[in-house]
């Protein structure tokens, strides 16, 4: 199966019965980049949420990375995070440890020694050209810069799906571009990539598979 996740006529009711999803059926495709597009509300961020088992389906099947995300039991959801990596547009990076220590707390929760850990950030640091700033606290960091940290973080694990909300929210175009650039490198290592945006300006500049929803569905264009 070369799917990262399959969704089936999925449905998503929240529990003040408002539809956010409905009869979703598509698949990711490993290691692909792709864009979610649609205007707010559209269902952008529950798409992503059930992904990432914030959320469970209220109908249809969906299946990611293997679990059956409506029979998941709730002890199985870490070991399924473990594998998938999120960036939010109000990144929180911890204010009072360097962009080092940030990426240290992230490997720590995966049992990896201090030297393996010390390998592992300096690796990260250069795939998001960092490895300047590492000694930096976040608010002495751009926009840009802290946003890389958190693409950095998301990865650190060295995950097979990352899940990006709107990464480039406060961003200028040209910081936009080039950490959506990022997020195609890191997309072509082999990490499937799924960046939700209503940025459409950005989307057209960026050849890329879109699926587009709009209240709810997802429309094919
Ligand atoms: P988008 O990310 O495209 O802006 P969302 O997935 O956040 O869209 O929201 C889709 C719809 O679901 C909206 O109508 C929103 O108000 C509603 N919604 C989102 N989260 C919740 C929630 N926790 N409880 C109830 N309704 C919600």
Redesign the pocket.
């Known amino acids: 199966m070369s799917d990262i996740a399959t969704f089936q006529q999925v449905q998503k009711r929240?529990?003040?019965g408002?539809l956010?999803l409905q009869d979703v059926s598509l698949g990711v495709p490993k290691g692909e980049f792709n864009f979610l597009t649609?205007?707010?509300?559209?269902?952008?961020?529950?798409?992503l949420?059930l992904l990432f088992g914030e959320e469970r389906p209220t109908g249809g099947e969906l299946v990611v990375l293997g679990h059956d995300m409506r029979r998941l039991r709730s002890r199985k959801l870490p070991g399924l995070r473990r594998r998938i990596g999120v960036i939010f547009q109000n990144f929180r990076l911890l204010s009072g440890r360097t962009v080092e220590e940030n990426l240290d707390v992230a490997l720590r929760v995966r049992g990896l020694d201090r030297e393996q850990r010390r390998q592992r950030v300096a690796a990260i640091l250069r795939i998001v050209e960092l490895t300047h700033r590492s000694g930096a606290y976040p608010e002495e960091l751009s926009g840009g810069e802290q946003q890389r940290v958190a693409i950095a973080r998301a990865i650190s694990g060295d995950p097979e799906l990352l899940l990006a909300?709107e990464p480039t929210g406060n961003l200028d175009p040209e910081l936009s571009l080039k950490i959506m650039n990022l997020l195609r490198q890191i997309a072509a290592r082999g990490t499937t990539v799924l960046v939700?945006t209503h940025d459409y300006a950005m989307v057209r500049r960026i050849q890329a598979r879109v699926i587009h929803?709009e209240k709810?569905r997802v429309v094919v264009k």
């Open positions: 929240y529990a003040r408002v956010a649609g205007p707010s509300g559209a269902g952008k961020t529950t798409f949420r909300d939700a929803i709810g």
